[in-house]
């Protein structure tokens, strides 16, 4: 893969072509985290839609624990989120190349770790449950938020429900039959681009999904550490970018 390629995929100098390539390989490591994370912790992470509804159950059923776990996961999320925030503004102000890069080196990291620990963690299941469900929440909420910044809203990697919506919204429009042009009114005409971006990002987390839970089966939680060289690919080469750039100016005033 060339650099040039790689280097525009996470770098702040964007095209449409950059965030559908990047968007579809996010939403892959979303899908194949999502299925791994449940059959580690009987527990989805990506989306929050269910763990709401969960924290509700539970409020009124009693169950404390799940409640506290669900309110531990919506957090970690939201926190994620206002992570690439700060992440993302701090360096834009700095001037850096890699200010879409840093918060999915941070994810990628946090997935070695998660790999490389799951298993001996996993003794201590009163523990290990809601701090891997929180780990990958905050993971989740990381990753949404980059793509979402990236995009300007259009696309969304973590969830599917969506996703799924604008499929049917663009094809009922690619349906609808235009009979009569009404004055002043446009015809009703799928964008079939945008059609294409939402069927690649559907299939990207499917995908991921079959993958990652095949490898959770086979080879348990290290099946994350290909993940994480997947998003250390994805954005390593502008955060190198920088460490050059600085070297090169802490050389030039110490000449």
Same mark, same amino acid.
């Not at 899908?31 to 059959?39: I, P, R, S, V, W």
């Not at 580690?40 to 409020?59: K, N, R």
């Not at 624990?65 to 360096?91: D, K, P, Q, R, S």
């Given at each position: 893969m060339p650099l040039d390629y790689v280097r525009r995929l996470t770098g702040t100098v964007r095209t449409r072509r950059e965030n559908t390539h990047l968007g579809v390989g996010l939403a892959f490591v979303a899908g194949a985290t999502n299925a791994g994370a449940f059959l580690a912790v009987s527990q989805y992470t990506s989306h929050m839609t269910g763990i709401v509804s969960s924290m509700a159950d539970a409020l009124v059923l009693g169950q404390t624990e /799940? @409640?506290?776990?669900g309110v531990g996961a919506l957090c970690a999320f939201t926190l994620g989120a206002a992570t690439t925030a &700060?992440?993302?503004?701090?360096?834009?102000?700095?001037?850096?190349?890699?200010?879409?890069?840093?918060?999915?080196?941070l994810e990628a990291a946090l997935l070695l /770790? @998660?790999?490389?620990?799951?298993?001996?963690?996993?003794?201590?299941?009163?523990?290990?449950?809601?701090?891997? &469900?929180?780990?990958?929440?905050?993971?989740?909420?990381?990753?949404?938020?980059?793509?979402?910044?990236?995009?300007?809203?259009?696309?969304?990697?973590?969830? /599917?429900t969506g996703i799924?919506?604008?499929?049917?919204?663009?094809?009922?429009?690619?349906f609808y039959v235009n009979r009569h042009d009404l004055a002043g009114e446009p015809r009703v005409l799928a964008d079939r681009k945008r059609l294409r971006l939402l069927t690649m990002l559907f299939t990207a987390f499917f995908s991921g999904g079959v993958i990652g839970a095949l490898g959770f089966r086979a080879i348990g939680y290290s099946a994350t550490i290909p993940l994480a060289l997947v998003l250390l690919t994805l954005a390593a080469v502008p955060a190198v970018d920088d460490v050059r750039s600085a070297l090169r100016n802490d050389r030039g005033h110490g000449d």
């Amino acid at each position: 893969m060339p650099l040039d390629y790689v280097r525009r995929l996470t770098g702040t100098v964007r095209t449409r072509r950059e965030n559908t390539h990047l968007g579809v390989g996010l939403a892959f490591v979303a899908g194949a985290t999502n299925a791994g994370a449940f059959l580690a912790v009987s527990q989805y992470t990506s989306h929050m839609t269910g763990i709401v509804s969960s924290m509700a159950d539970a409020l009124v059923l009693g169950q404390t624990e /799940v @409640f506290l776990t669900g309110v531990g996961a919506l957090c970690a999320f939201t926190l994620g989120a206002a992570t690439t925030a &700060v992440m993302v503004n701090y360096a834009r102000r700095q001037g850096l190349s890699s200010a879409f890069a840093l918060p999915i080196l941070l994810e990628a990291a946090l997935l070695l /770790v @998660f790999g490389f620990l799951g298993a001996r963690l996993q003794m201590v299941h009163s523990i290990f449950v809601p701090a891997t &469900v929180s780990l990958l929440c905050f993971m989740m909420g990381l990753q949404n938020a980059v793509i979402t910044k990236i995009s300007k809203s259009e696309i969304r990697t973590t969830h /599917v429900t969506g996703i799924v919506t604008d499929i049917g919204i663009e094809l009922g429009k690619y349906f609808y039959v235009n009979r009569h042009d009404l004055a002043g009114e446009p015809r009703v005409l799928a964008d079939r681009k945008r059609l294409r971006l939402l069927t690649m990002l559907f299939t990207a987390f499917f995908s991921g999904g079959v993958i990652g839970a095949l490898g959770f089966r086979a080879i348990g939680y290290s099946a994350t550490i290909p993940l994480a060289l997947v998003l250390l690919t994805l954005a390593a080469v502008p955060a190198v970018d920088d460490v050059r750039s600085a070297l090169r100016n802490d050389r030039g005033h110490g000449d």
